[in-house]
């Protein structure tokens, strides 16, 4: 059954593993959409839905192992039919539905979270309850994202509970003030450190005179404390509430560390005789507060990508309602809410335009920075900026439905996925805080049993617990992620999750789509040849009928060659789209076929007579179309379109790179072949169907190699799921709902090489940041046991170790 047969639904986008579907019943019904949503996603063949009721549209991410494309879209169909037929009712609550809860997802920013510990314990803690699915926190965005059939509220209250404070970051409102409260995380940290080095600095001068004075004694004890106990007050009050949860964390060593030298000097306050190690305390708590600093100043330069997109976000909007224009937040506005946008300013909703024109800067979409000419009906996006012109626009999505919105969670799913590598360190930082007590603990029994000091295995056993870090290892990966992805989306290349990153650093070999990849897919009609005693004018109505349903490019070049003949078209019924063959229609009681000479040879059509004439304009680079009334051919097309600009110098650029180009294309050999040649593709599989993709796809895994297939991501669907990496070309306004694991914006495929070196370069930083965050605790753990370094060394080497990681990760942005 193909998505023409279905009563209720129209298939408008097939990608991988989601569809996205328009059901009329469906358009500014929230309660059925609601309802239906609830029902879809309590199958667990179903990952993901998403109900747009303005549009009518359905957005499902499943698994066609388990649940065939064909099953999926005849079960939707019939629920949706079902809830047509019945009375509206009130939407339900949640668990209103059937037995079981419906899988949820949950976003959330998390505050108070001081290194990678402290995001494993709310990681372990979050999964060890039966209702969660996944849970994915990471540290260096302070974020984390939960999936399962817990609530929000449940989530939300589990987390207050450790101690941290979680946030909602739904809208872009909310994210901007997310934002604000990071740029007050830094100036607070900035302000701490400075009170800190200033009642530091006289303390540790008169620690290194080693004096015996107990008044001096006494002035550093009225220095330290209101360091310790001021600025670094958070450290040990999370510390007692890790405590309190039988769990530990980077703060639990910090504050063992600083609160063991501060305590042990409290007794030699009034003794000469007795060591004190005031400054030790005082410059342990200080050293580690420079390099929070400096980490958070860091991280956010990391995510910098993520905060100019939600800065890109206006906060009001002017909206004409009963002929007056008011100013209202953007959070008011409605779907259907007439906006006035005025020169130089930012649209503040999707929509299309009513009334005015102008031309619009859409680089955030494309990363093109020429204006684009919008006049009546034309669509507009958040965020974008108006030119010199005035219109006003119909809001057509609001919110988290704009492109806009879409483009931030992709960024943010990306950057808060795991890479695959990434689940050796959590396995170290896991068991590292215990094990890191524990050699501790060995140091300073074995400084006492060999007959030293408690003073000095008392400082050795400090160092220990100071100098091993696990924050750089919790850094290495997430924050080259954020990086990585955030210039890549700068480039107008949005990367779904980490592991397609990683996978994509690894393709030796890449297959392109023709038609709209490797070709502008703006292809037009160059000849027409039709067969002798045939009346051109109702033979091209028929055709035009035909072609009318179609989404292929040709289809649409034929259709609007059609429109431009003034062609009226006929009555046509039963469309079907025959995927890398063309289409059959019944047009006023005639079947006609138009495609390909293998479809008309499918239905036992002959089309020897037309073959010299199809080879010639083959051999000329266009593609040659048949035409079949009721099984006789009636006419010849040609379809002629040109390699993308830019297209040999990207394809020369992969080869550059080591990576061997293949060209798939339903087209005909000659065709095919005189494209590839243009372009410098060297092998060429021409007449290809979907399922022959799909194979050369396997074989080519088969043979080893690392596969990725870049196509329109439509018609190429099997092959984009099979490879290891499918990219798609998409429109900017496909950003928001492609499913693919990377879309390419703007149809650049320059893109495809720009997408692996920068893949190569952040896996590079990767390696680079897990060797050396495990190399310095590898060293550093057995000099700090021996006895070689002191407290306030360990507590500043183990701030730079974090630093250092996030630093090495910011080189991305300088490629």
């Known amino acids: 059954m193909s998505s023409g047969d279905y009563r209720n639904l129209h298939v408008v986008h097939r990608l991988r593993r989601r569809l996205r579907v328009i059901a009329p019943q469906l358009v500014r019904n929230e309660e059925r959409s609601y309802i239906l949503e609830i029902l879809l996603r309590k199958r667990p063949e179903i990952s993901d839905v998403r109900a747009v009721a303005a549009l009518g549209s359905l957005a499902i991410h499943y698994d066609p192992r388990r649940l065939p494309e064909a099953r999926l879209l005849a079960s939707v169909d019939d629920l949706i039919g079902r809830l047509a037929a019945c009375p509206p009712t009130r939407a339900p609550t949640v668990g ?68 941290y404070r979680a946030q909602s970051m739904d809208t872009l409102a909310q994210r901007r003030l997310l934002v604000a409260r990071e740029k007050e995380r830094v100036a607070l940290a ?92 005082a410059g342990i708590v200080s050293f580690v507060l420079v390099g929070r600093f400096l980490e958070e100043r860091a991280k956010g330069q990391a995510s910098e990508a993520i905060r100019k997109l939600i800065e890109l976000q206006v906060t009001t909007a002017v909206v004409v309602r009963d002929g007056s224009e008011e100013v209202v937040p953007i959070d008011e506005v409605v779907v259907g809410d007439l906006l006035r946008v005025r020169p130089g300013e930012r649209i503040p909703a999707d929509g299309l335009v009513e009334s005015g024109s102008s031309e619009v800067n859409e680089a955030l979409l494309s990363g093109e920075s020429l204006p684009v000419a919008k006049g009546c009906r034309g669509r507009v ?75 000095t295995a ?36 949005y990367i779904r999750n980490g592991e397609a990153l990683e996978s994509a650093a690894r393709l030796n070999t890449v297959v392109f789509d023709k038609t709209g990849t490797i070709t502008e897919g703006r292809p037009v009609v160059t000849d027409f ?8 004018s109702k033979l091209l109505a028929i055709v035009a009928a035909a072609e009318a349903g179609s989404e292929h490019f040709l289809g649409r ?32 009681h005639q ?135 499918g990219m798609a070309i998409g429109s900017g306004a496909d950003i928001a709902l492609e499913a693919a694991d990377i879309t390419l914006v703007g149809g650049d495929i320059g893109r495809v090489a720009a997408t692996i070196e920068l893949s190569r370069q952040t896996m590079r930083i990767v390696r680079q940041n897990l060797f050396w965050a495990l190399g310095y605790n590898v060293v550093a753990i057995p000099v700090a046991a021996a006895g070689r370094l002191s407290p306030m060394i360990a507590s500043a080497a183990m701030a730079l170790s974090s630093v250092s990681v996030v630093s090495n990760s910011l080189r991305l942005q300088k490629n």
């Open 96 to 163: 209103a539905v059937g037995g079981d809860s419906p899988l949820l997802e949950s976003s959330l920013a998390i505050e108070g979270m001081s290194c990678a510990s402290c995001a494993l314990l709310i990681e372990l803690s979050l999964r060890r309850d039966p209702r969660v699915h996944l849970a994915n926190v990471n540290f260096a965005a302070q974020t984390a994202v939960v999936r399962g059939t817990i609530s929000r509220d449940e989530v939300f209250a589990m987390i207050n509970r450790l101690g």
């Open 190 to 281: 900035k302000k701490r450190v400075v009170v800190a080095a200033a009642l530091t600095a006289p303390v540790m001068l008169l620690g290194m005179a080693m004096h015996r004075s107990p008044a001096l004694r006494l002035l550093e004890f009225a220095l330290t404390t209101p360091v310790l106990f001021g600025p670094g007050r958070d450290i040990f009050a999370k510390a007692w509430q890790m405590a309190q949860q039988k769990s530990a964390n980077m703060d639990s060593l910090i504050a063992i560390g600083a609160g063991s030298a501060y305590l042990y000097s409290l007794a030699g306050l009034l003794h000469p005789t007795h060591h004190v190690y005031f400054e030790a305390a």
């Open 381 to 455: 996006y958040a965020g974008c900026v108006n030119g010199n012109g005035s219109f006003t626009l119909r809001a057509t999505a609001v919110g988290a439905d704009t492109v806009l919105a879409g483009i931030v969670r992709l960024v943010d799913h990306a950057q808060g996925s795991k890479l695959p590598v990434q689940k050796l360190a959590d396995r170290i930082s896991e068991r590292f805080v215990p094990a890191v007590g524990g050699v501790a603990g060995l140091t300073f029994g074995g400084w006492l049993l060999a007959g030293s000091p408690p003073a």
């Open 458 to 493: 008392l400082a050795h056993a400090i160092a220990v617990l100071l100098i091993a870090c696990p924050c750089a290892l919790g850094l290495a990966t997430p924050t080259a992620i954020m990086v990585g992805t955030g210039q890549a989306a700068r480039r107008g290349i």
């Open 529 to 536: 040849l039709p067969a002798a005693n045939v009346d051109r």
């Open 557 to 588: 070049a034929i259709t609007a060659w059609c429109t431009a003949q003034a062609i009226v078209p006929a009555e046509c019924s039963q469309f079907t789209a025959i995927p890398g063959r063309g289409v059959r229609a019944v047009c006023e």
């Open 591 to 725: 079947t006609v076929l138009i495609g390909n000479s293998a479809l008309l040879a499918e239905a036992g059509i002959d089309c020897q007579g037309s073959s010299a004439q199809a080879a010639a304009l083959a051999e000329q680079g266009r593609t040659p179309v048949f035409v079949a009334v009721d099984g006789h051919p009636v006419a010849l097309l040609a379809v002629a379109d040109q390699p993308r600009a830019g297209a040999r110098e990207a394809i020369a650029r992969l080869h550059g790179l080591g990576i061997e180009t293949v060209m798939a294309t339903g087209d005909v050999a000659a065709v095919a072949r005189q494209i590839a040649h243009q372009v410098g593709i060297g092998r060429v599989v021409a007449r290809a169907t979907p399922a022959a993709k799909l194979a050369l796809i396997r074989d080519l895994q088969r043979q080893g190699r690392r596969v990725g297939m870049i196509g329109d991501g439509i018609n190429d669907a099997p092959a984009l799921t099979a490879a290891h990496v």
